[in-house]
């Protein structure tokens, strides 16, 4: 080889290593869920009174599942003079009056529920929780999101828990509404299956850092206070009073058989806006939280697995420079044969890709999921992960270099609610929608480029690095493709709209 070729491999192959790292925490994630997989969390004993509980509802521009997230808490098992239920809308449209509406059904029926309304976003929804908390009763607080369902018996599972009075939060698993409205969503319901079913299953069974999801949770009042409180310089709110809370000595339960359904975002451009917020907000709260984990007192277990916990998202900014450096290592490396493969890259794909295999494989099997149900899709989870790469890199490069951006929330269409997980809404109803951005020209790009290298392998009749150069050819075409076909179809709509009075006139 070359200098240059050198260079290349030599760099190609400390990226390889970086993924690795990140894939061997995957297994590890697995190994310590199934050796604690029967450690399960049992409440220490009954309340002589039931405790109050206050149910906050964070909503912003809800129109679509408002009324069902209201109608659904309304339901809820407590005894009514030891509950109370806040809607806390910051919306502009006409949510409010569907909320005041619902809100006034409801404590027409004897309901203790009560509409706050602010005229500022401050804080987003750290605000308003914040806000709501300010003039709360309860000594525990639910919290759900406008987008969830939760079960009738949710507080009757989740509060007994509490007896234990180091406990400072309960988290339910969440459900999927509409998991089978298509491809995306299945593949977002097996992501979310790996760190619900599989990540929290091994962290909190273990005595490990887990945190609080922001919704389909109960807090108790005393840890939010003792933690800080609800802080809004970050956009994960609830990962950064997490970790607050169990620095403090707050101890975390995790119901894993607790489910309560939830409503996936049914457009590419939905997805990445929430990940993209996911993904920035987690690197902010590790530039926060990680010098005081550091210094904690506690065992090193607990640190070490913080760290790569709030980390994880940093392998997004490995993935770019390796899908641009795969095709050029596969040109400079095709004329020494396969023993390089064999000996450096079939290993480090074992690390870096068959872990992501065997962790969602394994979430699928833990809900009993027949073996063609548990494989058919990991290769698009695989493919959609790497799509992602792009939009989540700049996420973490955004946070690493502090530069803010405002709450992106994540549309809500109220669909597969009731219609089998078919959509409800035709896109000429939908009123919500993620903001188109460049990215998709990015990663089209990328798909270009892997192209290249699949016709130059298939050409030179090497097939060694072919799989794994089409599962980043397909990933960054998926996902460029359909965020490109969203924003010219909400193009068409917006101008549809707007030529209509016109029309009309």
Not at 9 to 33: E, N
Not at 89 to 109: K, P, Y
Not at 331 to 349: C, I, N, Q, T
Request: contains cysteine; positive net charge; aromatic residues 10%.
């Amino acid at each position: 080889m070359s200098t240059t070729e050198i260079a290349v491999f030599a760099a190609y192959a400390t990226l390889l290593v970086g993924l690795s790292v990140f894939g061997i925490h995957r297994y590890a994630m697995a190994i310590l869920y199934y050796r604690h997989k029967y450690a399960l969390p049992t409440p220490r004993g009954r309340f002589e009174k039931p405790p109050r509980v206050t149910i906050q509802l964070p909503i912003f521009n809800e129109m679509y599942v408002t009324e069902r997230l209201i109608d659904s808490v309304a339901r809820i098992e407590w005894p009514r003079e030891s509950l109370e239920i806040q809607v806390l809308d910051d919306s502009t449209d006409e949510t409010q009056g569907i909320a005041r509406a619902c809100v006034e059904r409801h404590r027409a029926a004897g309901l203790d529920i009560r509409y706050v309304h602010r005229t500022n976003r401050k804080g987003f929804k750290a605000g308003a929780l914040e806000n709501g908390l300010a003039t709360a009763t309860g000594e525990l607080v639910a919290i759900f999101d406008a987008d969830f369902v939760p079960p009738a018996d949710f507080l009757v599972r989740a509060i007994p828990h509490f007896t234990d009075p180091k406990v400072g939060v309960v988290q339910a698993r969440w459900g999927h509404i509409n998991r089978d409205a298509s491809l995306l969503a299945e593949v977002q319901a097996i992501l979310l299956d790996g760190h619900f079913v599989i990540e929290h299953g091994a962290r909190s069974r273990s005595g490990r850092f887990f945190n609080f999801n922001g919704t389909a949770g109960v807090w108790r009042r005393a840890a939010i206070e003792e933690g800080g409180g609800w802080q809004h310089d970050t956009l994960t709110e609830d990962l950064d009073l997490s970790y607050r809370a169990q620095m403090k000595g707050w101890r975390f339960v995790y119901l894993k058989d607790l489910v309560t359904p939830a409503e996936l975002p049914v457009e590419m451009n939905a997805f990445k806006a929430q990940q993209h917020r996911w993904a920035k907000g987690s690197i902010q709260v590790a530039l926060k939280i990680l010098p005081a984990l550091r210094r904690a007192d506690l065992p090193a277990h607990v640190r070490r697995e913080g760290y790569l916990h709030l980390t994880a998202n940093l392998a997004y900014l490995m993935m770019i420079p390796l899908a641009i450096l795969l095709p050029v290592t596969v040109v400079v490396r095709v004329s020494h044969g396969p023993l390089e493969v064999l000996l450096f890259d079939l290993p480090m794909f074992a690390l870096a890709s068959v872990s992501v295999v065997a962790f969602y494989v394994a979430s699928q099997a833990e809900q009993g999921r027949t073996l063609w149900q548990r494989v058919k899709h990991i290769p698009m989870v695989m493919a959609v992960g790497i799509g992602l790469s792009v939009n989540q890199a700049r996420a973490v490069v955004e946070a690493l270099m502090g530069y803010e951006t405002g709450f992106a929330r994540t549309p809500k269409l109220g669909d597969g609610a009731a219609r089998g997980g078919q959509p409800v809404r035709s896109l000429a109803q939908r009123s919500y929608r993620a903001a188109a951005t460049f990215q998709p020209l990015v990663e089209l790009g990328l798909a270009a480029y892997m192209t290249y290298g699949v016709i130059f392998l298939v050409r030179r009749e090497e097939y060694w690095s072919l799989p794994f150069l089409i599962l980043f050819q397909i990933g960054y075409a998926y996902v460029g493709l359909w965020s490109v076909y969203e924003g010219l179809r909400g193009t068409v709509v917006r101008w549809a709209r707007a030529l209509a009075p016109a029309a009309a006139e």
